[in-house]
């Protein structure tokens, strides 16, 4: 598929977690979508770079631990979403549960994932300005693609 | 692909699905898909209903 813009992304949550962790498993589930989405931020994992320089020789590179990456949509809020309603139950404090995650592109792409949200926090700015929330997802699994 | 199995659901408060673009009223007693159900169910927004709950109404749409 070509390039394309961003407009029609659209991000689901679901409180339910796939029973394998690949394409099937996670389309398999009831995702809620998250309303008022401004932006969601990159998506991909990030592996740290560990280095070895012997006596002899060009400098090794190798790969260390993997970062499977975060979240941080813009939204604007709304109380009566059940998406925004359900990843605000999922930034409590004392919530530890993983929340399983769709994305999906306006060219029919997808992407999945597991997560626990980290804060939702509200922005009040200026009268001429909705107000924002900015909640932070934190993956904790593999980023699946669809085929 | 086969109809997903649908749960009798009363509505606690108000809200919408975004990606359905349905809202449910608060205190509608509605046919809910199961997967569905669970995820507004994790957020407080549904609950099952129960005999002494009214009839099932209608799912609302927009205009």
């Known amino acids: 598929m070509g390039s394309t813009t961003a407009a029609g992304t659209i ?26 989405v401004e ?24 790969k260390g631990s993997t970062d499977y ?4 949509p813009s939204i604007a809020h709304d109380e009566e979403d059940a998406g925004q309603t359900l990843l605000r139950t999922a930034a409590e404090p004392d919530n530890n549960a993983l929340y399983s995650f769709e994305v999906t592109y306006p060219n029919g792409e997808q992407r999945w994932s597991q997560g626990r949200a980290f804060g939702y926090p509200e922005t009040v700015d ?11 997802i934190e993956f904790s699994k593999k980023v699946v693609k669809s085929a | 692909m086969t109809d997903p199995a649908k749960k009798k659901a009363y509505i606690i408060r108000t809200f919408k ?3 359905t673009d349905k809202t449910f009223a608060a205190g509608a007693i509605e046919q809910i898909d199961a997967g569905a159900f669970g995820n507004y169910e994790a957020c407080g927004f549904v609950r099952a209903a129960t005999a002494e709950d009214g009839k099932v109404t209608a799912p609302k749409t927009p205009a």
């Open chain 1, 11 to 36: 991000i689901g949550i679901s409180a339910a977690h796939p029973a394998t962790e690949d394409e099937t498993g996670y389309s398999a589930l009831t995702y809620t979508t998250i309303g008022g």
């Open chain 1, 39 to 62: 932006k969601l931020g990159a998506i991909g994992a990030a592996t740290a770079k560990v280095e070895f320089q012997p006596l002899s020789g060009a400098k090794e590179k190798h």
């Open chain 1, 69 to 72: 990456g975060s979240l941080q």
């Open chain 1, 126 to 136: 200026g009268a001429d300005s909705i107000i924002m929330a900015n909640p932070t």
């Open chain 2, 17 to 19: 699905d975004a990606g």
